[in-house]
């Protein structure tokens, strides 16, 4: 009896492992280039292994994150800039770890697509090992899964989990804000990895050319507005080491000045922020001109040029800014805590 069965490969299903295979040897230089001493093993075994020296500690404590770009990605495909989208996977998870006053330690990445473009997806894991290397972290192991029919063509997605450490007696978790704190704002890149829904709707109302508007400082719309999310690390890392006492630390994410900033305070305190103490960056300008959009959602939708704050006693404020101006930071004062008396965050200026 004659075998009429259709000969049957897994390539033939849309996936191809060697091409997987090549993607890997490929992308070996950009993780190795992120190793720390405490990595055990190199890419391509079934779990990283990091040996950690927390002996300089009196508490250390595991802080983890994960997080992934949004709706950003989207135009970062549309606009082939996927070294951009390795970078904001990291900022938006080391950053988050930052905010409890922790240095990360390593990062893993999860990249999915339907089928495998070699060129595009190690620039995203480039992007990702450049992001690494400026914050000390180790990218010791990640996942690239080739899903024939998940994803339109030329679309991936990511996400990205990181693990980092504190020392408990130096933890940064807001509880010891007082009445009397001022509030110190880092200059953000832009619009980060948030709000991009609006964003898109924006520049569809305006019909925008991203790659021929220019903003009012003359540089490029699409620079501006695809800009990666600031790593705040170093930065931090430098204020923790330094001494100052800190009170509290928030990452200007989704929710904007209002969430980002409740979040972090007791039932009894309150924030002011004054706008008018920093100026808004000209790409925000140019994606609220196509549109009217109410000024709390706009502080509640982007960061609007701050993205992240520093909370700690006036005494303690010029050196701080000192040590974050040191490391590469345009800081603001922006606000002063005190007592609750109605909203928990109000903007004025």
């Known amino acids: ?21 090549a993607f890997v040897g490929r992308i070996k230089n950009a993780v190795n280039s992120t190793m720390r001493p405490e990595v055990l093993a190199g890419l391509g075994g079934f779990g990283g292994l990091f040996q950690p020296d927390f002996s300089g500690m009196q508490e250390p404590v595991l802080v983890s994150g994960t997080d992934g770009v949004g709706t950003k990605l989207l135009l970062l495909q549309e606009y082939d800039k996927p070294h951009v989208a390795g970078i904001d996977s990291v900022a938006m998870c080391v950053n988050d770890l930052a905010a409890l006053g922790a240095a990360p330690l390593f990062f893993l990445d999860y990249l999915a697509t339907g089928t495998l473009k070699g060129e595009t997806l190690a620039g995203v894991v480039e992007g990702i090992a450049d992001a690494c290397k400026t914050c000390e972290c180790a990218l010791i192991g990640g996942e690239t899964a080739e ?35 001022v509030v110190l704002g880092l200059a953000s890149n832009g619009p ?7 964003v898109r709707k924006l520049l569809e109302l305006g019909k925008a050319d991203l790659n021929n508007d220019t903003l009012s400082d003359g540089s490029k719309a699409i620079d501006k507005v695809l800009a990666p999310t600031r790593l705040y690390v170093p930065a931090i890392n430098a204020l923790m080491k330094s001494g100052v006492t800190v009170h509290g630390f928030s990452h200007i994410t989704g929710g904007g000045m209002f969430d980002n900033l409740e979040r972090i305070l007791s039932d009894d305190l309150a924030v002011t922020v004054d706008v008018s103490s920093w100026g808004v960056p000209p790409v925000f300008e140019y994606l609220l001109s196509f549109a009217d959009v ?6 509640r939708t982007f960061n609007m040029g701050i993205g992240f704050v520093v909370i700690l006693p006036k005494d303690n404020a010029e050196e701080a800014e000192k040590v974050l101006r040191d490391a590469g930071e345009t800081v603001y004062h922006i606000g002063h805590i005190h007592k609750r008396d109605g909203e928990v965050v109000t903007l004025i200026g």
Do not use: W
Request: hydrophobic letters at 30%; aromatic letters at 8%; charged letters at 25%.
């Open 147 to 181: 899903m024939p029919g998940m994803y339109a063509p030329g679309h991936y997605d990511i996400g990205g989990f990181c693990v980092g450490v504190v020392d408990k007696p130096k933890m940064v978790d807001g509880s010891t804000i007082a009445d009397g704190d």
């Open 192 to 198: 980060h990895s948030n709000g991009f829904s609006m």
């Open 294 to 299: 109410d000024k709390t959602e706009r502080y």
């Open 1 to 21: 009896m004659s075998n009429n069965k259709k000969q049957l490969s897994y390539a033939d299903c849309g996936v191809d492992i060697d091409a997987g295979n």
